[in-house]
């Protein structure tokens, strides 16, 4: 029987902030994306290609992708036989927590290249999923800050300050507020670039050079975004739709997967009330 692929993207209250997943994928491609959280993908079969920092990095079996928060970066499998991982998300907060208690590292810490060869922190990610998955409290939580804990150790330190210097960067971020406050109708680009003073090609070259990719890629990022904190409030995916600004459901379908993984409405149902307790 052919392999087909498979992921489950869910939550533990007893981890609360913390997404999880679990997936083999074959031909799946994410787009070019980022998370509110940190990436730490645990990678079991497969290779997994990903654009970061304006190279592709391979992180292959005993291995991890690990991925700041706010970072756009893509993936991919590397071959025919696509890739299998486990990953955790935790919050900037509890890293930041965790980094306090267990290293050195001052300002924001972070990780500080995105590839790491560590198979015992591969099984460390992957005993968190086990735990989760059997209702372990104690474990999940336990293995997850020692699993943080050795990565930010072997591979850790202080992110630079996001800081809007420039005039190009000032213009890129009142685009991106303006894009914010207009998730459902946004404006075109040469309306955008108008009301902003600049023209279309420089607000186009601005806004990537400060957030890696261009307006319509980073609203779609946003939207999808939003579209999960409202699954995560019950929201029925119909309705996310309209509220974020995609046409109808099958929109959503189809961005949401290709960000996230999963479609919004296996995602949703993780989250039901009940549902990893």
Do not use: C
Not at 155 to 173: E, F, H, S, W, Y
Not at 186 to 215: H, K, V
Not at 236 to 262: K, M, Y
């Amino acid at each position: 029987m052919a392999a087909r692929e498979q992921a489950r993207h869910w939550r533990y209250p007893e981890l609360p902030g913390v997404d999880l997943l679990r997936a083999r994928y074959i031909r799946k491609t994410f787009v070019k994306h980022t998370h509110e959280t940190f990436v730490m993908a645990a990678i079991t079969h497969g290779v997994d290609v990903f654009h970061h920092g304006g190279s592709l990095q391979y992180a292959g079996p005993g291995s991890l992708a690990l991925v700041n928060p706010e970072t756009p970066h893509t993936g991919h499998a590397q071959g025919p036989e696509g890739w299998q991982y486990g990953a955790v998300y935790p919050s900037t907060d509890l890293v930041a927590e965790i980094a306090a208690e267990t290293t050195r590292i001052t300002g924001t810490p972070g990780f500080v290249t995105p590839v790491v060869d560590d198979p015992y922190a591969v099984h460390l990610v992957h005993q968190v999923l086990r735990a989760a998955d059997e209702g372990n409290a104690l474990a999940a939580d336990t293995l997850l800050r020692v699993a943080v804990t050795r990565l930010l150790r072997v591979n850790g330190g202080t992110l630079p300050q996001r800081t809007v210097r420039g005039a190009g960067a000032r213009t890129a971020a009142r685009a991106r507020a303006v894009l914010e406050g207009r998730l459902a109708d946004p404006p075109s680009l040469e309306r955008l670039a108008a009301g902003l003073g600049t023209s279309p090609f420089a607000l186009l070259r601005a806004f990537r050079d400060t957030y890696g990719m261009p307006p319509h890629t980073w609203l779609t990022d946003a939207r999808v975004r939003r579209a999960r904190h409202l699954l995560d409030a019950g929201t029925a995916p119909a309705e996310v739709a309209s509220l974020v600004g995609f046409t109808d459901q099958p929109h959503l379908n189809r961005h949401f997967t290709r960000i996230v993984g999963v479609p919004p409405g296996a995602y949703r149902k993780e989250r039901a009330p009940g549902r990893g307790a």
